[in-house]
């Protein structure tokens, strides 16, 4: 056997062969465990073990600093503490109403035994679904502040693996395609990963409630990824004493479809801050996004602006009619003229452009019960977008705004940050600690004013919607802009990959439903029509866009009446079959109603799919709307637009077989039939 094969089969001594194990906690069902070891140098690992099999093996922790010797080696365990909890608590919108957090802490208290005799804490949250951990660094004297150059943290996969990646630190941020190759392939990573063994575990590794720190990416050496802060001026992280890290997070299921419905990154987090929400409405949305991507209209001023007052009030009518709350408008704003990826400090987010009437379009927009959403570009000028944010939030306050979708476009390390007017300006990463700072700023001036943030560009999610829950979407993805322009176009694997890679952070605004299938110069969508309506349930977000062009939507009148009909908030949400890259089924209950939601989707081979309706009400019958891929669909070609609409009456405890194409996919309604 390789020293890999004997590492996985738990016959091969780990690197700290003569550590001794202090302490260890297990989960609530007993099925995980964690031991923490320091060797004979003071060097603290932590490893994992699942059934008692290993998953991660012993793994360092410690820093590196700046203003510092590192923090690593001479380390002792002075105390140690253990608690169990277990409460219930409710989102108030998201993929499941209410989330049960039940789990087993230990804290364990290093102590340095020469030196400077510097301390920190190690905790671990080891729930049923999964492992966090982080550090807690209290105040003292040899360590006021911490200049943090390297996070010492590790996780030594213990198995062979395949996983699903993109890219860190490249210049187009987290919109990537995703890379599935062999553990041993991988590169410097963003999180999450997704991890699948040999054996069939599936892992998740990535992080919870960054605030204050700069976002981790993970790099491999062997079977080990290593923690690598984003950088930053001057170095990625400083903290003063005391301080908290992120938790470092580990999801473990049986099944892709568990590590989907794992609450492990929410219940990391602090809980809601905010108060209450109930101004936000999870909603659906239209606007003139996709003919900017097609480039039909311009976001600047001309012959071919999109934010005019004539082509606005078209799409508040075409909300109302259909029953969208929402209408987004970009290029509203002055600034767009001219090179504006190059220069955001142009920018006015306090008035409108001369040919877009704000004030008028907003009381029309409420007249029909519509709302319009805003828009903040940055063109990543952020420290002169921060000089405006009370000024901007109180223009969409009194204009019945309580949605902005904010933007970051540049490329990736190219943040200006200005800390003074006439200063400097200095460059900042996107997942930096400066713009974890700048992303909680905008969430509490937006919240002061009643308005929920939808962030393109962004920072990675970390669950921080718990905390703050009007952070409610963002992108932090290749999305289906791509579609419209790129070359290739997103591959029909992409989406199902989404689901399980990205989507394990949070929320997205993919902004689906293009039925035209179509992207500029007669680019194809690869997917099908049913494909397309299967996206609004499986990629989750509680706002969601009809993205496509009213003249679009009017051609395909049958699909589009699931767009209309589809909720975007949850009661509860059920993967039923799945695997990574390949294709997913996901049902969903509405919040408050007693109608569910099933969305399947297709990579690009065809396969049938048989679906337990476990998930519907013992008791009733209902009328299942099926819109799914008609005889001979496939995702290239006049194939992609087959499409059969028809009605079946099922119950719990039936099972539907659903043929998905190439590509392809199924969208589904549940609703009750009277008895």
Known sequence: MTSRALLAAGLLLSPLAHAETVTSVTSPDGRLKVELDLDGDGRLAYRVQRDGKPVIADSHLGFVFRNGRQLLRNLTLEKQAARSFDNTWEQPWGERRYVREHYNELRASLIEKNHDHRR?????????????????????????????????????VARPATAWWIPALQWNREEYLYHRTPLAEVGIAQTPITLRTDDGLHLSLHEAALVDYAGMNLMREGNVLRAALTPGSPTPV??????????????????????????????????????????????????????????????????????????????????AANGFRGVLVEGWNPGWDGDWFANGWDFDFTKPAADFDLVGLAKYAAGKGVHLIGHHETGCAVSHYERQLDAAFALDARNGIDVVKTGYVCDAGQIERQDAANGPVLREWHEGQWMSHHNLRVLEAAAKRHIAINSHEPIKDTGLRRTYPNWVSREGARGM????????????????????????????????????????????????????????????????????????????????????????????????????????????????????????????????????????????????EIYRDGEGADWHGDARFRFVREDKAVARGDALSLWLAGGGGAAIRFVPLEP
Do not use: C
């Open 238 to 319: 400083v903290r003063a004493t005391p301080f908290v890290t992120p938790w470092r997070t580990i999801a473990i299921s049986d099944s892709a479809g568990g590590l989907v419905e794992s609450n492990l990154i929410l219940n990391l987090n602090e809980p809601n801050k905010l108060g209450d929400v109930s101004w936000f409405t999870p909603a659906k949305y239209v606007g003139v996004w996709w003919s900017l991507h097609l480039d039909e209209q311009s976001w600047a001023t001309g012959p071919k602006h999109g934010a005019t007052t004539e082509n606005t009030k078209r799409y508040i009518d075409f909300a």
């Open 120 to 156: 920190f804490d190690v905790v671990f949250r080891v729930f049923d679904d999964g492992v966090g951990f982080r550090y807690d660094v209290p105040a003292q004297p040899a360590l006021r502040e911490a200049q943090i150059v390297q996070e010492l943290t590790e996780f030594a």
């Open 481 to 624: 802009e791509y579609n419209a322009w790129a070359n290739p176009p997103n591959p029909p694997e992409h989406e199902v990959t989404l689901v399980f890679t990205r989507m394990l952070a949070g929320p997205m605004d993919y902004t689906p439903g293009v039925l035209s299938l179509t992207g500029r110069h007669g680019q194809e969508i690869q997917s099908t029509l049913a494909r397309q309506l299967a996206l609004y349930v499986g990629i989750y977000s509680p706002i969601q866009m009809a993205a496509d062009l009213p003249e679009h939507y009017a051609q395909h009148a049958d699909a589009f009446q699931f767009i209309k009909d589809v909720a975007v908030d949850w009661d509860e949400s059920h993967v039923l079959a799945g695997e990574v890259g390949e294709y997913v089924a996901i049902a969903r209950k509405q919040r408050g109603a007693p109608l569910w939601f099933l969305g399947a989707m297709n990579d690009r081979n065809p396969r049938t799919l048989q679906l337990k309706l476990d998930f519907l009400d013992t008791g009733k019958r209902y009328r299942a």
